[in-house]
């Protein structure tokens, strides 16, 4: 079930104005959505937001009905160590086989450790790739 | 099928001999009873008897709209205003008002002309036609309003805006034909399409779209997403109103000629060549109460005179690619905003409304910035999808302009919507 091991990442177009974040956090707010991991690349005149909730399907309704362009991407979400190289081992895995990291993202789960999302080029062999150096994180974020 | 096809069908050389016929009566008539005319006349010192021909034109000067605010109200008129039976009148938003007067025979012709029209674009006594142009002073409403009932179609006058309206008399009433902007056919059709309601579930089949520049592309957004056929209106409340509508062929609008004289000029005045584009004249020929000789409608368009595929012989001007004051100079270049509606039509991942905004630079360069939105199914989570598509469109607007242009996608619905004559341009340059 290769679905489990996939997050579904929320991700927003914003024109870079003032008031649009307070717009979209608001409307998660009014619907009790929790966010987990959170960040906006941004480009001059607009910017993207990309974040992980814990209700997605809701989060992508409630913004979508208030008319902002959303859509949901693939992502993968990595547990890391909290030690040296461990970050590094990952890159270098994913490297060596080819894959190309889009962007990479982190938050910290649990009680001591990080989560790392990661958006790849090719996500079926990233997930083989990364459940070999067993570090591919399976479960729920919420 | 025709409304008039005697007329419609005349050949050419017995359509040209009709319109000298008339062209020397019209600048006798003009002389005689027209002071603003005489006046011209002698200030370029020509008289009625030196027009003989068609080829005599050009001997003639130029009717402007400064012309007509600077004889406001009375001054145009060629009749005592007993004969005159309305007025229609613009509000003078960008300068004094203007005023055009009707004889009952003037409104007559131009029923006639539109009736030759909508027919010719496929309107017929079976339709259901809901006419979403403004009525009262603007011409638009009751222009198509008399020539759709003389034809024996079903008129719905709603007039323009109330958008929620519009669609439940379409459903209800069984609307088959549409009269309005183009802008507010697309905003109608968003309007719709956001309220659950599905154009081509009603019986609407099409729409005639007019009273502002638009391109072939938008036309083939429209008839893609609405299914309905749209068809182009040309007129100026100057000329009647609307006037002249392109044939089933869609490929130029009908001037009909036994009425209505038309050149193509450029900016000094001189007749352009064949098939290149340039500023409409139009001579009215029969008009009683207000004529116009060579009258500058500021529309920039191309003339086709071969016999159109439809059987009729009257010259074609294709669909107006701008007003010539709407021209926007750009670091010295001319811009049309219809050409860059041609562009972003062209591409799927944009949507219909755009602004184009000018602004001057401290360095005093102007810079261009043309904002639209975003298509839902364009969307990436990656930044640099959106530049790419950015990047593209500018590239694509600096082929067709010869200027670049900074571009902007936005959130879709978050431009400005249009009910009656789209304002897509700010400028915000300081002389």
Redesign the interface.
């Known amino acids: 079930m290769k679905e489990e091991k996939i997050i579904k990442?929320v991700?927003v177009?914003?024109?870079n104005k003032p008031g649009r974040l307070a717009a979209v956090t608001e409307k998660l707010y009014e619907k009790g959505i929790n966010i987990r991991a959170f960040t906006i690349?941004?480009?001059g005149?607009?910017?993207?937001i990309?974040m992980v909730v814990d209700k997605t399907d809701e989060a992508y309704k409630v913004l979508k009905d208030a008319?902002?362009?959303?859509?949901l991407?693939n992502v993968l979400g990595v547990e890391v160590k909290d030690e040296p190289g461990g970050l590094y081992s990952i890159a270098k895995a994913l490297g060596s086989a080819n894959i190309n990291i889009?962007?990479v993202y982190a938050f910290t789960f649990g009680k001591d450790k990080a989560l790392i999302i990661l958006?790849v080029d090719d996500i079926e062999k990233a997930i083989e790739i990364l459940e070999k150096e067993n570090v591919l994180f399976k479960g729920k974020v919420d | 099928m025709y409304w008039d096809p005697n007329v419609e069908k005349m050949p050419l050389k017995d359509l040209k001999a009709l319109q000298e016929r008339k062209l020397r009566a019209l600048v006798h008539l003009a002389y005689e009873y027209s002071p603003f005319y005489r006046r011209k006349f002698k200030e370029v010192g020509v008289n009625p008897w030196d027009i003989r021909g068609l080829e005599d034109l050009s001997k003639l000067p130029f009717t402007k709209k400064q012309d007509l605010r600077d004889n406001y109200p009375f001054g145009m008129f060629a009749v005592p205003t007993s004969q005159i039976v309305r007025f229609h009148a613009s509000s003078g938003t960008t300068g004094k008002p203007t005023v055009v007067g009707y004889t009952s025979n003037d409104i007559n012709i131009w029923v006639e002309s539109m009736c030759r029209s909508l027919t010719a674009c496929g309107v017929s006594r079976n339709d259901i036609m809901q006419i979403a142009y403004g009525y009262g002073l603007f011409t638009g409403g009751l222009g198509f309003h008399y020539a759709a009932e003389r034809l024996g179609a079903t008129v719905i006058p709603i007039s323009a805006g109330n958008t929620q309206r519009q669609i439940e008399l379409m459903k209800d009433l069984h609307t088959t034909v549409l009269a309005c902007t183009p802008s507010y056919m697309l905003y109608l059709a968003e309007y719709a399409s956001n309220n659950g309601v599905d154009l081509r579930e009603t019986k609407l089949r099409m729409g005639i779209f007019g009273a502002e520049p638009w391109s072939e592309e938008t036309r083939k957004r429209i008839e893609d997403k609405t299914g309905i056929q749209a068809f182009d209106v040309y007129g100026t409340s100057e000329l009647s109103g609307p006037l002249f509508t392109e044939c089933v062929e869609k490929n130029g609008l009908h001037i009909w000629a036994d009425h209505f004289l038309i050149e193509i000029v450029d900016e000094d005045g001189n007749l352009v060549g064949e098939g290149e584009r340039g500023e409409l004249i139009v001579t009215t020929l029969t008009k009683e109460a207000m004529p116009l000789i060579r009258w500058k409608t500021g529309d920039i368009t191309i003339m086709e005179e071969e016999k159109c595929n439809c059987g009729r012989t009257h010259p074609r001007i294709m669909r107006i690619l701008g007003r010539a004051d709407d021209m926007l100079i750009v670091r010295g270049v001319n811009v049309f905003p219809s050409q860059i509606e041609h562009v972003l039509m062209q591409i799927p991942e944009v949507g219909e409304h755009y602004m184009i905004i000018l602004d001057r630079a401290e360095s005093g360069l102007d810079e261009m910035t043309i904002q639209v939105e975003l298509a839902e199914k364009a969307f990436s989570d990656k930044v640099s999808d959106i530049l790419k598509l950015e990047k593209r469109i500018a590239e694509r607007l600096k082929s067709v302009l010869n200027v670049w242009a900074k571009v902007e996608v936005v959130n879709p619905g978050t431009l400005q919507r249009f009910e009656g004559k789209a304002k897509r341009v700010i400028d915000r340059r300081k002389i």
């Open positions: 990442q991700s177009f914003v024109e690349a941004e480009a005149d607009f910017g993207i990309r008319g902002f362009t959303v859509s991407t889009e962007y958006r």
